[in-house]
């Protein structure tokens, strides 16, 4: 699925709906980002990965938490 960043609320999806959620240069730009940022694992299948790249490291908090994030060099 591709989403448009205003359009993604955490309760959007059903839980278990995809192998891998991949999001770049998105989640700075939502009005809560660490919420939406902390529902995507639950939007995962077994096995499942999320992958987040963001320029700002307040987000990068969510690494303990399974998740791959990769913080862009400028």
């Known amino acids: ?32 980002p660490l919420a939406c940022a902390a529902a995507l694992p639950a939007l995962l299948k077994p096995g499942g990965k999320v992958y987040l790249e963001v320029p700002n490291e307040a987000l990068l908090g969510f690494k303990d938490k399974g998740l791959t994030i990769a913080q862009k060099d400028g």
């Open 1 to 32: 699925a591709r989403l448009l960043p205003e359009k993604f609320r955490p309760g959007l999806f059903p839980a278990a709906s995809f192998d891998a959620v991949i999001t770049t240069d998105t989640l700075e730009h939502m009005d809560e």
